[in-house]
Each structure stands twice: as structure tokens, then as C-alpha cells.
């Protein structure tokens, strides 16, 4: 699932959902944004709901850490819950205090750079989750 900011950067989820294919990923993207709406998902429920849905989320530009905190802290606390992948760019002066705060608050989560970076550990966590799934399927030899 994408999340984040589309302050400043509009449709960054364009580029994201490009990057993902060709880090080879073939699943469904769940993305919050439409264009022109005023109603943000988080207020909607529907960011609650997607979460559920998602096998990781993909953070990249996000509005302060409180919503990072959020999903991560629901990760550790329940590890059906999908971990999050971030990403701050380091030259947006916004995004700075937002990289220093969760440094802070959460000193070994990893803040990417960049959103190619972002992308390509969101596919590694993804593929280390869904075998991991796999591996502890029953067994249905001999059955």
C-alpha cells in the first residue's frame, strides 16, 4: 500500500507503482490518493482499512511521524499487520524534522533517501514476508 504526502509532490504514487514493476513486483497496489479529493483517507477510515488489506506499506513523504509511529508500532504489536517501509528526502526541510523525529522516537527503523530505495526495500520486505507465509503453510503430503 502506498502512503505519504502528496504535498510538493504530486503523483509521486505514479512513479512508485513504475518502480515496482520494474523491481519485477506483479501484486495489487492499494493508493489512497485520487486527485482533487478533498477528503483524506485517514479521515475516511479507509487508510484503517487498506491497512488490513496490505502486506506492506510504502511511506515515502510522510506528514510527520505520528502516522509512521502508528503503523509501526501496530506492526510490533501484531505481526499480521503489515511492516512499513519509509522514505524522506533529505533536502526537503520538512522532511528532515520528520527523519530526525523518528530517528528519535524509533532508532533502528531504517529512512530511505530516495523513493527508488523505498521502492526496492518495500519489494524485499514483501517477498521475505509472502515466503515466509508460505513456509509455515500445513503440509498437505500424504493427505
Not at 509521486?12 to 479529493?37: H, I, K, M
Not at 499480521?80 to 528532515?96: E, S
Request: charged share 20%.
Amino acid at each position: 500500500m502506498l502512503a505519504g504526502s502528496a504535498t510538493g509532490r504530486p503523483h509521486w504514487q505514479n512513479r512508485a507503482v513504475s518502480l515496482l514493476t520494474e523491481c519485477g513486483f506483479t501484486g495489487v497496489v492499494l493508493d489512497p490518493y485520487v486527485q482533487g479529493d478533498i477528503e483524506l483517507p485517514w479521515r475516511t477510515g479507509w487508510l484503517d482499512q487498506a491497512e488490513t488489506m496490505a502486506d506492506v506499506l510504502l511511506c515515502w513523504r510522510p506528514l510527520g511521524p505520528w502516522p509512521v509511529l502508528r503503523a509501526h508500532r501496530a506492526y510490533l504489536a501484531n505481526r499480521l499487520r503489515p511492516p512499513i517501509v519509509v522514505g524522506c528526502p533529505p533536502a526537503v526541510g520538512w522532511q528532515q524534522v520528520t527523519r530526525r523525529d523518528l530517528a528519535m522516537q524509533v532508532p533502528g527503523l531504517t529512512v530511505h533517501s530516495t523513493l527508488a530505495a523505498t521502492v526496492e526495500e518495500a519489494v524485499a520486505r514483501l517477498t521475505a514476508r509472502t515466503s515466509r507465509r508460505r513456509c509455515n503453510l500445513p503440509s498437505t503430503k500424504g493427505a
